[in-house]
């Protein structure tokens, strides 16, 4: 029951992050520079650093269809202002602050809704969809 309610609270606070208002349009503010940084959050934080330690696509397409699929649709640019994010290159370390910390109307995944293991294994799935460049 605990289990179902905590995937209950995180479907919420992400079907909510999926509001618009806060997209950037094309070439705009918060628009990918080169070197797979972003605007807003700039350089990565050092905390954020390291390669992908997980092999486990499988999971991390679960983790992907659980917690992204319903803002970010694969192939379709996603869904209301969440972008696609296959073939966006960005580095580990700017994906993992992107999720931990979120930004505009995407929200922030704590480790206590999203773990580091679910996080590493959703990390292996997006280099496979060349999400993450590794």
Not at 10 to 21: E, S, T
Not at 68 to 93: F, L, M, T, Y
Not at 95 to 103: S, T
């Amino acid at each position: 029951m605990k289990k179902f309610l905590i995937a209950m609270t995180a479907m919420a606070l992400m079907l909510g992050g999926c509001g618009g208002g806060g997209e950037a349009e094309e070439g705009g503010e918060g628009e990918e520079t080169s070197g797979g940084e972003h605007d807003e959050h700039g350089t990565p934080d050092a905390s954020y650093e390291g390669a992908v330690t997980s092999t486990d696509v499988s999971g991390g397409q679960q983790v992907y269809a659980d917690f992204c699929s319903g803002c970010h649709q694969e192939g379709n640019g996603g869904s209301g202002a969440a972008p696609a994010v296959n073939d966006i290159g960005w580095s580990p370390a700017r994906m993992r602050q992107q999720i931990r910390e979120g930004e505009d109307s995407m929200p922030a995944f704590s480790a206590s809704v999203l773990s580091d293991e679910q996080l590493e294994s959703l990390m292996a799935y997006l280099v496979s969809t060349n999400g993450v460049a590794n």
